[in-house]
């Protein structure tokens, strides 16, 4: 039987090729690992970008987990995210918004409290099990230009889920800026839900803000495409010490020059 590393490293190099290979197939990536599926895809607008400037995008993105047996799926803990080196973040001037002044508060008076730091909008799926049963519980997903940290951005993910009982969210999130091929990585590690009792099942953003500073209009989110591929790479960690590691390629069309 081969050794537990080598399984872990077959089931890496398996989930990073299925990612790949469905992307560039067109459509959404689909891995199964164990008795985990995993869903995931992504885009931005627009498609048609600078070569060498950069230019405002919105981008978009989820991932959604199942049981391939059905119930409750193994409870995901950590989700790390690297962003293309072509893709830039701008907070210059953008106002921030700390965690622990919107942790005690719903979706909608977290908004209003921090209505200038919002950088993005979404939606957050789970499941519970009471006894025997399995009940879904969802509320939208408000992502906050949080405070630096260690010189870096962060951004402040906040949630309230109220199955089976009220519980609010709010983490932060470290971006860390990183040489080489992707840019940043951002890594969210989710506390327990329900007191361990659920497990999230689908996590979709949309990420994008436009605003004004000293009168220049300024992008949260920038992109340029010098090689026809802006690439986001995913790190999937689960409680049962599963991981899902691979890339979603997104084709862009560069500008051509003037």
Known sequence: MPHPSLRLVAILCCAALALTAAVAEGRGALVVVNTLILRADGGFQPRTLPRHSYKPIDFHGYASVASRV???????????????????????????????????????????????AIVGKGELEALVAIGASTFPASSPLTLFNGPRLEGNPTVVAHTRVTVPAQQTFAILVPIE?????????????????????????????????????????????????????????GRFTFADGTIIDGSVEKACTALPRR
Do not use: M, W
């Not at 979706?107 to 200038?116: I, L, V, W, Y």
């Not at 040489?179 to 996590?203: C, E, N, Q």
């Open 177 to 233: 800026r990183r040489p080489g091929g992707f840019r940043y990585r951002a890594t969210l590690d989710l506390p327990p839900i329900a007191g361990g009792l659920g497990s999230v099942t689908k996590v979709k953003v949309e990420v994008g803000r436009h605003y004004e500073v000293g009168g220049q209009r300024r992008s949260y989110v920038a992109a340029r495409c010098s090689d026809g591929v802006l690439e986001t790479h």
């Open 70 to 116: 059905g119930g409750l799926p193994v409870a995901l803990q950590q989700v790390v995210v690297d962003f293309d080196r072509d893709g830039r973040i701008s907070t210059g001037g953008l106002p921030t918004c700390a965690p622990e002044s919107v942790a005690n508060l719903s979706t909608e008076e977290a908004r209003a409290a921090c209505r200038g």
